[in-house]
């Protein structure tokens, strides 16, 4: 075991050493002394966090300067999708290349390392290549950590919560909940992490590190300081745009994945659509002073040009569109999450792709990028030919699975969905944006889906086991 690491870290190094030559990269000291120039890696991971940022204009009311200072340094997918509209199997797909229809790791309930008992992860990987690995927060989902990923490992600290619950008047809603909290930023279990994150990157290391920072926010509950919900007056902002006869043209399956006299029966009867939308934005404000914390704390150190960065949501969020509310969909509010890379000697600033791209691809990326050897099995496609040209050709739909046998396709154009029951949907982004006229049954695209539908996995690995199951 211990010489076969040995042998692939000498098998990297050397691919390394041709792709940093490309890169420009800046030379670190190694533990040897010898010059090296294998670049660091910043991966910020949010929470539940969709298209509503500056950068990817989801909401005119967004308030995300830092990301979008962010996106302007590099490259911005503004078509990045999840591979599951859901925290556990989005985490697990992406940081083990396995797609969701291939491990069986479908909700949130489903351990993953069962599933994959000999999945290398992305963390393990840079370990197995002589890279220092530090995580904090969420970045596995918070229900099935993985300690066997990290030399070092700090755990969301918590927040404070409101004494009286629920703030918004929905009862028997769980954690969905909003409103403001009457403390400071440092008191927010995000704001530690990246305090914790601050004294990594300010340390001298004599190897590369990557330094992976999970923020909560804005996963429900939208409790943050108060501050931010001053930002966002609910009756000065936008709500989405919504068609009340939305769900007239989807099929069942989707209908039941929309829940629309669920969450947003409740929103509406206890007159919370003002009030929810402007608990997220503030929440999103929240998240963009972390991510600027984080920037900032980078810039200072001797890492700044010698660090790629990459910025991720795992999924999108609905708040009202297709009457539907959490995540949990295959629509497009659901899948479409933030994804920025900068990469050092490579990326122009101010770049943007308009490629179908999905959360998945970042692995094989990273490994490209710090030369790591290439694993069997990964299932996804490097985005190293879109960083360097972000109008370069790539005919490659994005996928995503929520529960076997339901998938969505993405292409620049379409979105085709596909039920377990056969169902389907088709929307055209050209003409219908915001997904509301079902073309599915038109036998005028019969063609369109039948050349979408080779994209389609042809494993659906049966469901894992749930926890409660397995216990």
Excluded at 2 to 11: A, D, H, L
């Amino acid at each position: 075991m211990g010489s076969g690491i040995r042998q692939e870290r000498n098998v990297s190094r050397r691919a390394f050493l041709r792709t940093a030559a490309a890169l420009g990269a800046v030379p670190l000291v190694s533990r040897a002394g010898e010059r090296q120039t294998r670049p660091n890696v910043l991966f910020i991971a949010i929470d539940d966090l969709n298209d509503w940022v500056g950068c990817l204009g989801g909401h005119p009311d967004a308030r995300t300067p830092n990301i979008d200072r962010l996106a302007s340094q590099g490259v911005n997918f503004t078509r990045a999708y999840c591979s599951a509209p859901a925290c556990n199997p989005s985490r697990a797909s992406l940081l083990t290349g396995k797609r969701p229809s291939t491990s069986g790791v479908y909700r949130n309930d489903q351990p993953w390392r069962p599933a994959m008992p000999d999945a290398v992860t992305l963390p393990q990987d840079f370990m197995a290549n002589g890279y220092r690995v530090l995580g904090c927060g969420k970045i596995f989902h918070g229900r099935f950590p993985e300690s066997t990923s990290w030399h070092e490992y700090f755990e969301s600290p918590g927040s404070p919560a409101p004494p009286n619950l629920p703030l918004n008047g929905i009862e028997n809603a769980g954690h969905f909940d909003w409103g403001p909290l009457d403390c400071h930023d440092a008191d927010m279990s995000d704001w530690k992490l990246v305090d914790w994150a601050e004294k990594k990157l300010a340390q001298a290391w004599r190897e590369p590190f990557f330094l992976a920072v999970g923020i909560t926010k804005p996963h429900l509950p939208w409790y943050v300081p108060r501050k931010y919900f001053d930002l966002f007056p609910p009756d000065r902002i936008t709500l989405p745009e919504v068609n009340p006869d939305d769900l007239d043209d989807v099929p069942e399956a989707g209908r039941k994945m929309a829940k629309p006299d669920g969450d947003h029966r409740n929103v509406i009867r206890t007159d919370n659509w003002r009030r929810a939308v402007s608990a997220y934005l503030a929440a999103g404000a929240f998240t963009d002073a972390c991510v600027g914390r984080l920037l900032d704390a980078l810039n200072t150190t001797r890492y700044a040009d010698n660090t790629i960065i990459v910025l991720w949501s795992d999924h999108g969020w609905h708040l009202g569109e297709k009457l539907h509310w959490r995540k949990f969909a295959l629509w497009e509010e659901a899948t479409r999450n933030p994804l920025v890379m900068v990469v050092p000697g490579l990326t122009k600033s101010d770049s943007v792709c308009g490629r179908t791209v999905t959360l998945m691809d970042i692995y094989p990326t990273l490994a490209e990028l710090c030369g790591l050897a290439p694993r069997e099995g990964i299932e996804a496609r490097s985005l190293t030919p879109l960083l360097r040209d972000p109008n370069a050709p790539w005919d490659r739909p994005a996928l995503t699975t929520h529960g076997r046998n339901n998938h969505s396709l993405r292409t620049e154009r379409w979105r085709y969905i596909r039920y377990e029951d056969g169902s389907d949907e088709l929307y055209d982004h050209d003409s219908d944006p915001l997904e509301w006229v079902n073309l599915a049954g038109r036998e005028e695209y019969v063609a369109v889906k039948q050349n979408l539908a080779r994209w389609f996995p042809t494993v659906n690995a049966p469901d894992v086991p749930s926890r409660r199951q397995a216990e």
